[in-house]
């Protein structure tokens, strides 16, 4: 068996033009007897020798008549010549986007499986390359034209759109995987009621049963981990018409933040547009959209009169709170998280009642 990494890959490339003037020193042959014997102009016999002109099927044949060399040798010659000089540029393209390497989290892609680890830098270029899906860096920007608009403004923390568009590559990649039926808006509304009952319950039963009545609804729910850089809780785009995806990072590791970054993204879908993609954790979005679906997400989760009603009796105790997450069917976690939110519960108070979750690599 041949070992393909140590396949002679010349740094060169010699033209059939080389070739063919080659051959006329051998015959003693001068250009204007071939452009006679061949009926190829002298002009064209010229850019042949100097490489400016491809050997076509139609050149190849006059020249195996002409000087009994086989067609095949002539396009064989024109083909390898092409391939190296390809090669090449390639070879080019990458030695110039290797900088672009440096805002792919390569490490953490490699841990999770997502991609092969490649000692060479561009090799492993490539194959982050392949795992996008694109031909080089340049295509890129017209796959995900949006990230560097989303993290226009400034963050807290350092930002890579790179990272980001891996984070979202990989949730592409599962939700192909997952069977949907046409998007149903009316089913969708009708499951999330469904779904919500489901937040008391472990992952085990949860993920996969929230995927499944979703997936009937024409939604894909996928859960893929964060990556260094990416800061993004959740995002929700449309990979058409009829298939939405709804993905989650679980950034933060807490029911409370989960179930409602599930509902947030389940109120743009219902909401808003199917051309935008948005994400959660990013700047430069529509504000006033976030805001639609964060009052979704609330009002989804905890029906307002009955929060309203608990939020006047002024006891935020464990059993209190507790006994209301209950009376409501939801996870007291849940309730925990929008007290805090809301200014009405110390951020380091009742944080037991939420559920911790974690990744099985982790």
């Given at each position: 068996m041949v070992d393909a990494q140590n396949e002679f890959q010349p740094d060169y490339a010699v033209s059939p033009g080389e070739v063919l003037s080659v051959e006329l020193e051998l015959r003693g042959m001068t250009q204007q007897e071939l452009a006679r014997r061949t009926g190829i102009t002298p002009k064209h016999i010229i850019s042949i020798l100097k490489a400016k002109s491809a050997i076509t099927p139609e050149t190849a044949i006059k020249f195996e008549r002409a000087l009994g060399m086989p067609v095949e040798y002539w396009l064989n010659l024109e083909a390898h010549y092409q391939e190296i000089l390809a090669r090449l540029a390639e070879e080019e393209q990458l030695e110039r986007d290797l900088d672009w390497l440096k805002h792919i989290p390569v490490n953490e892609m490699t841990k999770m499986n997502w991609i092969e680890k490649v000692k060479d830098k561009k090799g492993q270029l490539v194959e982050i390359l392949r795992f996008f899906g694109i031909a080089n860096v340049e295509q890129w920007d017209d796959m995900w034209p949006n990230l560097n608009v989303a993290y226009r403004q400034n963050q807290t923390h350092e930002v890579f759109p790179e990272a980001v568009s891996a984070w979202l590559r990989q949730g592409e990649l599962k939700a192909a995987s997952i069977s949907c039926e046409p998007y149903?808006?009316?089913?969708?509304?009708?499951?999330?009621?469904?779904?919500?009952?489901?937040?008391?319950?472990?992952?085990?039963?949860?993920?996969?049963?929230?995927?499944?009545?979703?997936?009937?609804a024409g939604v894909a729910v996928v859960f893929v981990p964060s990556l260094p850089k990416t800061g993004v809780s959740g995002a929700t785009r449309w990979l058409n018409k009829d298939k939405a995806i709804i993905q989650l990072s679980l950034r933060y590791k807490t029911d409370d933040h989960l179930w409602f970054t599930f509902f947030h993204e389940a109120g743009h879908i219902l909401l808003h547009g199917k051309k935008e993609l948005f994400l959660e954790g990013a700047n430069g979005l529509d504000q006033?959209?976030?805001?639609?679906?964060?009052?979704?997400?609330?009002?989804?989760l905890i029906p307002p009169k009955a929060f309203a009603k608990f939020i006047s009796e002024r006891n935020f105790s464990k059993a209190a709170i507790c006994a209301f997450a209950k009376s409501i069917?939801?996870?007291?976690?849940?309730?925990?998280?929008?007290?805090?939110?809301?200014?009405?519960?110390d951020v380091t108070f009742c944080n037991g009642l939420k559920r911790r979750f974690k990744w099985a690599h982790e």
């Open positions: 149903n808006k009316a089913k969708f509304r009708e499951v999330l009621d469904e779904i919500r009952g489901l937040t008391t319950e472990d992952p085990a039963h949860f993920i996969p049963t929230m995927q499944e009545l979703c997936s009937m006033e959209k976030e805001h639609e679906a964060n009052i979704f997400a609330e009002h989804e069917g939801i996870s007291p976690g849940i309730v925990v998280g929008q007290l805090q939110h809301k200014g009405l519960l």
